[in-house]
T-cell receptor
Framework: NAGVTQTPKFQVLKTGQSMTLQCAQDMNHEYMSWYRQDPGMGLRLIHYSVGAGITDQGEVPNGYNVSRSTTEDFPLRLLSAAPSQTSVYFC????????????FGSGTRLTVV | DAKTTQPNSMESNEEEPVHLPCNHSTISGTDYIHWYRQLPSQGPEYVIHGLTSNVNNRMASLAIAEDRKSSTLILHRATLRDAAVYYCILRDIEGGSNYKLTFGKGTLLTVNP
């Protein structure tokens, strides 16, 4: 059971470049989310999905797009990278409802120069 | 969202019990209390959750005050591997945001050998 797999683990982008952070889970979880974590801060929600074909914005969605065509995958797209998007990105998944914990991936460390 | 308050940092000695407090005085009747921890350079990891009664699992125990306005995560015998940031999070069973984890800054636990 792989859990939540994020790729790549590290990435350096130039300002203005675009890229996609991949997230896949093999637990048949309905909920999937993307968070970012900046130094010394807690995680902040970027986008989330409650099932295939359904996505919505979190606290800090600007500059990011998501889609959920399958239950397993939830990619995060950076449209035009900016230095302010330098951060560690975590993908997480959970079964529906609050009686379950989230499983997090190991993160993607992104630097925009 | 109901808010939680945790000490910024705590220190413990190896093999001693650790009690990590969390105040949530504005908790509603439908909020679950969740605890996560984040080890250095890793994604958050689910620890335990509860609603009203005390809970035990292989990782920790959760003690919930009778009025539910505070809770305590108990690590029975701290090890060096328990050194992490511990987050106390409320999740509303019924609210439209029950998919969401709102992270504060958590408590940085240092374990001394």
């Amino acid at each position: 059971n792989a859990g939540v797999t994020q790729t790549p683990k590290f990435q350096v982008l130039k300002t203005g470049q675009s890229m996609t952070l991949q997230c896949a889970q093999d637990m048949n979880h309905e909920y999937m989310s993307w968070y970012r974590q900046d130094p010394g801060m807690g995680l902040r929600l970027i986008h989330y999905s409650v099932g295939a074909g359904i996505t919505d914005q979190g606290e800090v969605p600007n500059g990011y797009n998501v889609s959920r065509s399958t239950t397993e995958d939830f990619p995060l797209r950076l449209l035009s990278a900016a230095p302010s998007q330098t951060s560690v990105y975590f993908c997480a998944s959970s079964r529906t409802g609050t009686n379950y914990g989230y499983t997090f991936g190991s993160g993607t460390r992104l630097t925009v120069v | 969202d109901a808010k939680t308050t945790q000490p910024n940092s705590m220190e413990s000695n190896e093999e001693e019990p650790v009690h990590l407090p969390c105040n949530h005085s504005t908790i509603s009747g439908t909020d679950y209390i969740h605890w996560y921890r984040q080890l250095p350079s890793q994604g958050p990891e689910y620890v335990i959750h509860g609603l009203t009664s005390n809970v035990n699992n292989r990782m920790a125990s959760l003690a919930i005050a009778e009025d539910r306005k505070s809770s305590t995560l108990i690590l029975h015998r701290a090890t060096l591997r328990d050194a992490a940031v511990y987050y106390c999070i409320l999740r509303d069973i019924e609210g439209g945001s029950n998919y969401k984890l709102t992270f504060g800054k958590g408590t940085l636990l240092t374990v001394n050998p």
